[in-house]
């Protein structure tokens, strides 16, 4: 069975940054795909990053390219999303995605797994 925790939420002026973390329970995190997504009040969840299993390619959404970092460490069973320059249209709640997959789905269709998601809020 598998079970995503998210953490590292909270209130950040714009410009700050904050660090997501995601951990993982279950077997073989190694074989899974990860990503982010987040939904903002009254809207739609959308994509914000993927990475493979192996970490060696990941997808960003265009409005946090060069903003925010995705990475997993396969030891730790973890994944993070290190989030710079914020703005205060990315506040949201982030959620976590795990599929079991080689891919790098940006759909949430494609993943299997939740987590029960973490309160960004960035402040004008």
């Known amino acids: 069975q598998v079970q995503l925790v998210e953490s590292g939420g909270g209130l950040v002026q714009a410009g700050g940054s904050l660090r997501l973390s995601c951990e993982f329970s279950g077997p073989m995190f190694s074989r899974y795909a990860m990503a982010w997504f987040r939904q903002a009040s009254g809207k739609e969840r959308e994509f914000v990053a993927a990475?493979?299993?192996?970490?060696?390619?990941?997808s960003y959404e265009d409005s946090v390219k060069g903003r925010f970092t995705i990475s997993r460490d396969n030891a730790k069973n973890t994944m993070t999303l290190q989030m710079n320059s914020l703005k205060p249209e990315d506040t949201g709640v982030y959620y976590c995605?795990?599929?079991?997959?080689?891919?790098?789905?940006?759909?949430?269709?494609?993943?299997?797994?939740w987590g029960q998601g973490t309160q960004v809020t960035v402040s004008s």
């Open positions: 995605a795990a599929d079991p997959t080689y891919l790098r789905p940006v759909t949430e269709y494609e993943y299997r797994h």
């Open positions: 990475i493979t299993w192996n970490a060696l390619s990941t």
